[in-house]
């Protein structure tokens, strides 16, 4: 396969399990703050049904609804369940885009083919929110796929590594 096939290869297949990662950190993001609006939820349910005109449930309602809408804005603000589903998608997404470069031979696949599946690959890089991939998971998929293509937002970040200054100051010194 063409060299540049190759690294486009390289770099839908890491973007791929990027975003199979954090779709499943989402997932469980999701999950744990759902669990306290179904406590809630139980919890008025039965505080409602104890009310009698001797006992009132007037002031643990209020704590027990405010708590709930506590939990229900966090998770709004943060938008969890969209972010988990947009992560799902772009990794199917990403994972159809693999597969169709793996499809072509060597001698089928032409520049101009390889070009319009850079430009696929352009298109879904730029709808992924790397910024709500944490720092772990990033760090983790560049150590998993060390000596493969890394994506531009892999690559350049400098994940895990300590820069070095002599690297540094050759690439400033090939710039000048």
Known sequence: MEERAQALLDKCEICCLLCQKASARWSLLKFIFNIPLILTSSIMCVMNSMSTAEVSMKMPNVIVNGVSVFVMSIN????????????????????????????????????????????????????????????????????MNAGRAMPLHLNGGFYGKKRDSKELSSVRASIV
Not at 82 to 102: D, G, Q, T, V
Not at 115 to 130: A, I, R, S
Request: aromatic share 8%.
């Open 76 to 143: 709004n603000n943060l938008k969890c369940a969209e972010k988990f589903e947009l992560f799902k998608s772009l990794s199917n997404s990403y994972l159809a885009l693999a597969h169709a470069i793996e499809s072509y031979d060597e001698d089928s696949l032409t520049r101009e083919k390889v070009n319009e599946l850079t430009e696929k690959y352009d298109v879904l890089v730029g709808g992924t929110p790397f910024e709500d991939v944490p720092n772990s998971i990033k760090t983790q998929v560049i150590q």
